[in-house]
């Protein structure tokens, strides 16, 4: 079995959750508020989220969230590539 680099299977993991939450970012900017409902209503499986879209969100809170997704995408990466590695120990 192959060693995973654990830097660079978090990295993927974390820059692969920073570009989702950019392409929500720019999704929320561009369409209206009903709009947002049906869709995440549709991701959800029919969650009604009506109640708690906000699609006014403040920059500074957006950037915040691109680079909390991106360090708990890195460190689910790094669980994920150590446990790999781990569990491909030959004995």
Request: charged share 10%; proline share 2%.
């Given at each position: 079995?192959?060693?995973?680099d654990?830097?660079?299977?978090?990295?993927?993991?974390?820059?692969?959750?920073?570009?989702?939450?950019?392409?929500?970012?720019?999704?929320?900017a561009?369409?209206?508020?009903?709009?947002?409902?049906f869709?995440?209503?549709?991701?959800?499986?029919g969650?009604?989220?009506?109640?708690i879209?906000?699609?006014?969100?403040?920059?500074w809170?957006?950037?915040?969230?691109?680079?909390e997704?991106?360090?708990?995408?890195?460190?689910?990466?790094?669980?994920?590539a150590?446990?790999?590695?781990?569990?491909?120990l030959?004995?």
């Amino acid at each position: 079995m192959e060693h995973i680099d654990i830097r660079k299977f978090g990295l993927a993991f974390g820059l692969t959750g920073a570009l989702l939450y950019g392409a929500c970012i720019i999704v929320m900017a561009i369409a209206g508020k009903d709009q947002l409902v049906f869709l995440f209503n549709s991701l959800l499986h029919g969650i009604d989220v009506s109640t708690i879209i906000e699609p006014n969100v403040p920059t500074w809170q957006a950037l915040m969230g691109i680079v909390e997704t991106f360090v708990v995408g890195w460190l689910i990466g790094a669980c994920i590539a150590s446990i790999y590695n781990f569990s491909s120990l030959k004995k």
